[in-house]
């Protein structure tokens, strides 16, 4: 009787403990989701619109007219 008492109370609080450890996995998950999608967006972004990387063709210079 004791060591169905013991049981039914381990089962009950190892239950409560893997909902809780389900539950902070989750949260940080959604969190570094989140976040990580944010700084992807705005290292694409900086990649994207980066001043020295278009420059219009009549402007750009080659190693040789810089020497000149």
């Known amino acids: 009787m004791i060591d169905e008492m013991f049981d039914r109370t381990y089962q009950a609080g190892r239950a409560d403990l893997n909902a809780g450890i389900d ?30 990387a278009a420059r219009p063709a009549g402007r750009r210079q080659t190693d040789r007219a810089r020497a000149a």
């Open 23 to 52: 539950r902070a996995v989750a949260a940080v998950s959604r969190t570094f989701r989140r976040e990580l999608g944010k700084s992807m967006t705005m290292l694409h972004r900086l990649e994207w619109s980066a001043p020295w």
